[in-house]
């Protein structure tokens, strides 16, 4: 059902005074929004295309790439009927799917202005390693739009729900309040997670590791304990964590980019050596904000620079031995954000 949202200021008295809803007066604007700043929607996504033509004389309004290198298709709904925006949605999927990784290149050349490369353009928005070497493995489709009716959520829902067809739909709801300042709200109708789980069913890409995985190749190389710890004090330091094919990865959003900061890697551990890790000491300075010193004077004594792949920001290296080294670290980190 569609979702009621009701949205209140704080006075400088402390009171509330409730905001009004209002029509949002030029459609365009979401997507003259989204383009500038997709984060508003995702902050997986990198757009590499606007009114992208297809093979069947339609335009995409927008189409992006999020960071495991698969498409999304943002289509706004604008005046369309139920039936018209989904139709024209699973179409241009139906051209979207064949896409190669040349013919994505070639769009991102023509977005930019041939300014931009593809893999440039990727390290600029994700601040990740390189771009992945499968790119198109699975696409996704985002509807958006100033409110969803019965009709389209229920036609959303269906094909997610009965066939897997990775859609979903996002609403952005536009607010006024009496001294003409705007609000934006957003919301969306199935919970992305899900929808990232049944795209990674369907996927032609090996898939991720899973938290259990990871814990379990932990626990298997002698360093279950290590491991645990410094996945437990260290997700609330960062936005996010993420299993890949290899690592846990912690992620920090920095300027509205997605940046890998720090990694566990269970599976190059030993009961000797203890739990590895990388980190990417520039994006963490920049993420709180301190001196290289600082970080430095919280790593490990035998921590080394390392080269992890061609291009790559500064890296640090090593293993966590024991907990006193642990308890170091996520303390230094720790007062370092309060700051």
């Given at each position: ?40 929607l995702s ?68 977005h930019s ?140 959003i920095i ?85």
């Amino acid at each position: 059902m569609p979702q009621d949202i009701r949205l209140w200021g704080i006075t400088s008295n402390d009171a509330l005074k409730e905001i009004s809803r209002s029509r949002l007066n030029l459609e365009e604007r979401i997507e003259n929004w989204l383009e500038s700043d997709i984060s508003i929607l995702s902050n997986d996504l990198l757009v590499i295309g606007r009114q992208v033509k297809t093979d069947f004389e339609g335009k995409i309004d927008l189409l992006c790439l999020d960071y495991t290198g698969d498409l999304v298709i943002v289509e706004l709904k604008r005046d369309k009927t139920p039936r018209e925006i989904t139709a024209q949605a699973l179409e241009y999927a139906s051209w979207v799917k064949d896409l190669s990784n040349e013919s994505i290149r070639d769009i991102v050349a023509e977005h930019s202005g041939s300014k931009v490369s593809l893999e440039d353009a990727y390290k600029q928005r994700f601040g990740e390693e390189e771009l992945p070497e499968v790119l198109n493995a699975q696409h996704k489709i985002l509807i958006v739009a100033s409110e969803i009716d019965e009709s389209s959520e229920r036609i959303i829902n269906y094909l997610s729900s009965t066939y897997g067809v990775p859609i979903n739909a996002a609403t952005f709801r536009y607010y006024e309040d009496s001294d003409g300042r705007e609000f934006l709200a957003r919301t969306f109708l199935i919970e992305p997670s899900e929808v990232e789980s049944k795209t990674q069913i369907s996927s032609k890409r090996k898939p991720n590791l899973t938290h259990e995985d990871l814990e379990t190749i932990a626990i298997d190389n002698g360093v279950g304990d290590l491991y645990m710890r410094l996945v437990e004090n260290s997700e609330v330091l960062f936005d996010q964590r993420n299993p890949t094919r290899s690592t846990l990865a912690f992620i920090g959003i920095i300027e509205g980019s997605r940046n890998v900061i720090f990694s566990l890697i269970p599976g190059e551990s030993s009961q000797l050596k203890g739990i590895r890790f990388a980190l990417y000491i520039e994006r963490l300075m920049n993420y709180l904000g301190v001196e290289k010193q600082i970080i430095e004077a919280i790593l490990p004594k035998d921590t080394e620079e390392a080269i992890p792949y061609k291009n790559a920001p500064i890296t640090k290296c090593g293993y966590f031995t024991n907990n006193e080294e642990i308890n170091r670290f996520i303390e230094g980190l720790s007062k370092a954000k309060k700051k």
